[in-house]
């Protein structure tokens, strides 16, 4: 009896500071952050969709806001093995039914990000933390496009690590609609309109520029030969 109570106490002592997890409602994506004016992420400005324009950019970047319900009891001043550290994301692109899509390259991938969560502490809103992350590297918007015609949604299933070196991996819960176009977020200056250059030109703000290519003029907003 002795002997199994000291196996027992070893196994959970093990599990207790490495291992890894399977659990949707440890790490998982709440939503996707905006840019502001200043051009920095903010959670608070929440994006539905995005767009990129395969005439100006040959991919896409989006932030999503990861959360975290891990708990651990510990004192305030000490570092709690439940944080943790988000360090990459799965993204596996479907077509609007959910099914995944064949598209000539690697689906689902692996792309890296870096956000940092702590522990829930049992009360109040769950902690939050926002990281990059590319759902579309280059040549997979033009793919998006040849496949779909232009429409596809990217599940995101975050992996991270706590800081008691537990791995902690999400499931593909999250949704994210993605819109391929050729031109519709570039356009030329009419009249008095200033040009204007976005955060990320080609990705869902319009750019507006101060001219046309040589041979063609602006008409309504779109240059033409």
């Not at 959970?12 to 949707?24: E, F, K, Q, Y």
């Not at 956000?115 to 933390?129: C, H, K, L, Q, R």
């Not at 030109?201 to 046309?212: E, K, V």
Request: glycine share 12%.
């Amino acid at each position: 009896m002795r002997t199994f109570l000291l196996t027992s106490l070893l196994v959970s002592m093990a599990l207790s500071t490495s291992g890894c997890t399977n659990d949707g409602a440890s790490l998982f994506v709440i939503g996707v952050g905006g840019l502001g004016e200043d051009c920095t992420v903010d959670e608070s400005l929440g994006r539905l969709n995005g767009v990129v324009d395969v005439s100006l950019s040959d991919n896409l970047v989006i932030f999503p806001v990861f959360a975290s319900q891990l708990r651990d009891r510990v004192s305030p001043n000490a570092s709690n093995p439940a944080d943790i550290h988000v360090q990459w994301v799965d993204v596996r692109l479907e077509d609007l039914g959910g099914n995944t899509l064949d598209l000539g390259v690697e689906n689902p991938f692996r792309v890296p990000t870096n956000a940092f969560i702590e522990s829930f502490m049992g009360s109040g809103d769950v902690p939050t933390g926002v990281g990059a992350v590319q759902v579309l590297p280059p040549g997979y918007a033009e793919a998006v496009r040849a496949a779909t015609g232009g429409t596809a949604l990217a599940a995101l299933r975050p992996i991270g690590t706590t800081n008691g070196q537990i791995e902690v991996e999400g499931n593909f819960d999250y949704h994210y609609q993605i819109n391929v176009c050729d031109g519709c977020l570039n356009r030329c200056a009419v009249g008095e309109e200033e040009p204007v250059s976005p955060c990320t030109p080609g990705q869902n703000s319009i750019t507006i520029t101060d001219g046309c290519p040589a041979g063609e003029t602006c008409m309504a907003g779109v240059c033409s030969p």
